[in-house]
């Protein structure tokens, strides 16, 4: 009889790739975690159990057949396991790096609910696509034949870079408009490279254009170019702008200098490890370096901000949230990351305004929270413990509070462009249909801030729709 080759969560243990010491991990920008071995991939795989009903698959928004392809590692059926993997998803080395997997497919494996600890969905996946990649298996677009509709999509992030992917692979003519100098829209310029490194999203990029998909850089929709110029232009658009303007603080002090956004922190940074000029870096003003650093939020920006000023080489880092650990936002994983690194994380605080020293920021102001009833939502809400107040010392404040979307019907001269009350566009579920005629959305500008993985879903839902549509024109014109 053949040798069982999988179920082995009993056997084995659940291993993650080698983490990186934070003493070392500090001082540079690379990724954190090493690249599983052969073997060991091979041995992680085979701790799943197969269900029936793989509950990993359905939390996976992008339902991947994560048993399947951890089956084929397995049994060492490497490139196989790949076209399963890239066959639901766009991008699965970048997902499998940054996805919130405690809260998505490993959250929710069986056999980490019967105690075993998850299969390690993330590192296989990551893993199978950077072989891929390794041994030449990812190939750009080459569709059957070229077909004469073309799309114009706003926004050279995940969601946009997946729609284009799939209208290519199905011969469409894709532009791809994006302010930015590089496309991957927040991969590029908001995720650090500790987390994902650039020439992951750069091969990604060259892909695309050696598929077919133009890419207009530097190009602002609204400025450079207006809506109505790209409508006119193409049989479809799709708006992939995500979402940009950063939640603010309005309190006594807030306008000092060295109170910055999170989104400018990051995409400094960012630009600074590609060897760019950036004035406001050199200058200091978005450079933790020697400095005390405090940041505002518990999500997942608000780590990114704390783990790159570490790296900037800030001589303090404090993080002030105003609930607890069991209530943050964020990943608890990139947490216990930051902690690791050196990072204080001060629980139930929040800010009440910032002293400053001749307009500069000299400190935060800081009121005692306790967790108080429930509120609508279910979420414990805040309330302040009076006389608790102190003073946070800093000289760099950073604010992660949140994004939300530009006002695009007004930005881009559309007022019948449809928006909902928080200012997302309303499009329709699974299609990303606009009520304007050839008018998509995708991603965050449609959802609010979310996670890649929804953008993808999200391009590729729409490119799909959009291929229908022009096959039933096409079919009806044929008659
Ligand atoms: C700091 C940070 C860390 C994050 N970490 C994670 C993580 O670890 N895991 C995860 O899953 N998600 C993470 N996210 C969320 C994730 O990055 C987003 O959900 C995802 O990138 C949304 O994709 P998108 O394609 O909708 O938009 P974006 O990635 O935001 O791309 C939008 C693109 O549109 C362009 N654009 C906007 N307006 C215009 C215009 N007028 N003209 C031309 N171009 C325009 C922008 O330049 C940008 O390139 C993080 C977000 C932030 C801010
Ligand atoms: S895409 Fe994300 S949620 Fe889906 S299997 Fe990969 S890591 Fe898990």
């Not at 965050?444 to 291929?467: F, Q, T, Y």
Request: contains cysteine.
């Amino acid at each position: 009889m053949a040798k069982q080759p999988m179920l082995k969560f009993v056997q084995i243990e659940r291993d993650m790739p080698q983490k990186r010491d934070a003493s070392v991990r500090k001082e540079d920008f690379n990724e954190i975690y090493a690249e599983y071995a052969a073997a060991k991939a091979e041995e992680q795989a085979s701790r799943c159990s197969q269900c029936g009903v793989p509950y990993c698959q359905s939390h996976c928004p992008l339902h991947n057949n994560i048993p399947d392809w951890l089956r084929l590692t397995a049994t060492g059926r490497l490139e196989e396991a790949y076209e399963v993997s890239q066959s639901t998803n766009t991008f699965p080395e970048i997902c499998g790096r940054i996805c919130p997997q405690d809260r998505l497919c490993e959250g929710n494996c069986v056999i980490e609910q019967s105690g075993h600890g998850t299969v390690t969905i993330g590192s296989v996946e990551k893993y199978i696509t950077d072989t891929a990649w390794e041994n030449g298996w990812v190939k750009p677009a080459a569709p059957l034949a070229e077909r004469s509709e073309s799309v114009g999509i706003i926004g050279a992030g995940p969601g946009g870079l997946a729609a284009a992917d799939m209208l290519r692979q199905a011969g469409i003519q894709v532009t791809v408009y994006d302010r930015y100098d590089r496309a991957g829209g927040l991969l590029m310029y908001g995720i650090p490279s500790f987390k994902l490194e650039k020439d992951v999203v750069e091969r990604r990029n060259k892909l695309l254009a050696d598929g077919g998909v133009t890419f207009k850089l530097n190009c602002n929709v609204g400025e450079d170019i207006s809506f109505d110029e790209i409508r006119s232009q193409h049989d479809a658009v799709i708006i992939a702008t995500g979402v940009y303007k950063s939640r603010d603080l309005a309190m006594p002090g807030s306008g000092s200098e060295g109170i910055v956004k999170a989104i400018d922190f990051l995409c400094a940074s960012n630009k600074k490890s590609f060897g760019d000029a950036v004035e406001d870096f050199d200058n200091g003003s978005l450079n933790a370096q020697g400095k005390k650093v405090v940041v505002i939020g518990g999500g997942d920006t608000a780590m990114d901000c704390v783990r790159t000023s570490i790296r900037q080489g800030a001589t303090s880092v404090k993080c002030l949230y105003r609930r607890d650990r069991a209530n943050m936002p964020g990943s608890q994983r990139e947490t216990q990351n930051a902690e690791e690194e050196g990072v204080v994380f001060e629980w139930l605080s929040a800010p009440k305004g910032f002293t400053d020293d001749g307009g500069k920021v000299a400190g935060v102001m800081v009121q005692k929270m306790r967790l108080g009833q429930p509120d609508a939502s279910g979420r414990q809400a805040p309330e302040v413990i009076e006389g608790a107040d102190y003073v946070e010392e800093a000289d760099l404040v950073i604010k992660a509070l949140g994004f939300e979307p530009e006002e695009l019907p007004a930005l881009w001269n559309q007022p019948e462009l449809p928006v909902t009350r928080w200012g997302t566009i309303k499009a329709a579920f699974q299609t990303g249909a606009t009520e304007l005629d050839g008018v998509y959305a995708v991603g965050d500008i449609v959802r609010g801030a979310s996670l890649v993985v929804w953008a993808i879903k999200d391009g590729r839902d729409c490119a799909e729709a959009i291929i229908g549509k022009f096959n039933s024109k096409a079919a009806v014109a044929a008659e």
